[in-house]
Every structure is written in structure tokens, then in C-alpha cells.
């Protein structure tokens, strides 16, 4: 049986900090207090974050703490909270372990006993939710989906019934390629905001379905740059069934092409084009039949 290490072995803690994501005036005096006060601070490169160092006077004693090398110093951080010290764990912006390093980290020092306090802040995440205009009674954070094609088409089928709102992080070059996915999967109409560059100079949140944005961002190219964060609509609660579908596509389908039926039904209905599709083409087989 697993021996649990009591905190009297560690008299050091560990402060996990909130930091701005974009706008310095985001660090709360708590934040500002805590870093101060720190006999080292964790971070994911020392280059980034000395510009939050130098806008609150400090020049701290830092580790490096990010993916490639984490389980690697959770030895050495240990070894300095045994020696009593305070540490503050950040990430280049934001909340710590958000779609960034410090999981396994945290996950260790609980199972150590180590004393570990949380200074909330700004989260992107949770920022581009507020200004979604989105349901926000309900929502799941994915983060990011995975950068290949064949994996991320896999991974939004898992999603297409997700009736939460959803948020993911996205990288500038690949954020057209997602948009593209999502729209052949979901349907170009379904409900989505994209929040750019929050709390920064050139914040904006850019359309109101997943066509809207990628058209904005094939118009304007400056706009694929970037921080982004995209905020999707979930799946209605309870989709049509196919009596209801069929009764949707079945007069449309007597006067217009099939692609063009399909395509009018999903702006009627928001069902989703790939099952509207397969209805239309087994009521299309089935009257070729009769």
C-alpha cells in the first residue's frame, strides 16, 4: 500500500497564480502579492514572463516547468518545498494547467501532502464564453483538438451530439482548416463565436455561426492571426427524428436538386447536414424504387 507523506515533511506550499492573458492590469493585488512574496516561481519560459515581472518591480528566482521536462523536476520542487520555500506556479498567460503544464506536477504534490493554494484569474477560456452570447448554463472546455485532419474529423463526430456549449483553443494556422471541418460535420450554420486577441489591443469576437467566421477570416487574412478562442453552440436538446426529417426534406426534395434540398432543411431545421444528407439520399433511393 502506497505510504502518504505527511505535510510536516514539506513545510513549503505551493501558490498556483492566475496571470494576465493579454492586459497587465488584469493581475490582481493578490496575484501581484503572492508573486512577490515567492522564494521561486515556476514558469514555461523566463523570456515571456519577464514582462509580467517587470510591471510589478521583481526579479524572482525562477525553475523552468513546462511539458518536455515537468515529471523530470518534480524531484528538485519537492526537494525545495522540503527546504521550506514559497513557490508560485504560472503559465506564459492565464489560469496554470489550462490546456498548459502543471497536471502531473499538482497531481504529485496532493499525493505528497504538500499544502497547495490557488490565486484565481484570468481565464481565455472562460472570457470568450462571457462574450459568446452562448448558452452558459451548461458548456465543456475540449482545448485543443488534435492538429491532423483524420484525428480532429473523429474527434468533432464524438462531439456532433454534444448539446453543451463548447469552447476550444485553436492555433492561428490551423484555425481555417477546423472551421472548415466543423462546418462539412456540423453544418456551417451552426451557432459559433470566434473571441480573438482578448483583453488586447485588437480584441474582437467575429461572427455568429461557424460560416460567418470563416468567410470573415477568408475576407480579412490579418484576422487569422493571433490568440483565438472559439466557442461553439451544442446540438439542439432533442433532434428531429427521422419521421420529423422526413417530412421536412420530402416536399423540398419533389421540386428542388438533392443538394439543394439538403441545404435549405438544415437552415429550416439546424439539423445537421451530414444526417439530413443520408435521409435525403435514402428517400431519394426509396422513391427511385417505387
Known sequence: ???????ENYPGRLAIVGTPIGNLEDLSPRARRVLSEADRILVEDRRHAQRLFQSIGIQPRTEPLHEHN????????LGYLQAGERLALISD?????????GYPLVRELRRAGVAITVVPGPSAALAALALAGLPTDRFCFEGFL?????????????????TRSMIFYEAPHRILATLEDMIALLSGARGAILAREITKLHEEAIGESLAAIHASLTASPERQRGEMCLVLAGAP??????????RLLRPLLQELPLAQAVRLAEAQ?????????QRALALTSAAESD
Open 1 to 7: 500500500m502506497e505510504m502518504s507523506i505527511g505535510r
Open 70 to 77: 515537468e515529471r523530470s523536476q518534480i524531484p528538485r520542487i
Open 93 to 101: 498567460a492565464g489560469m496554470p494547467l489550462i490546456s498548459d503544464p
Open 146 to 162: 488534435p492538429a491532423k485532419s483524420a484525428a480532429r474529423q473523429q474527434r468533432l463526430r464524438e462531439l456532433e451530439a454534444e
Open 237 to 246: 436538446e432533442r433532434e428531429s427524428g427521422e419521421a420529423d426529417l422526413d
Open 269 to 277: 431545421s439546424g439539423a445537421p447536414h451530414r444526417r439530413l444528407y
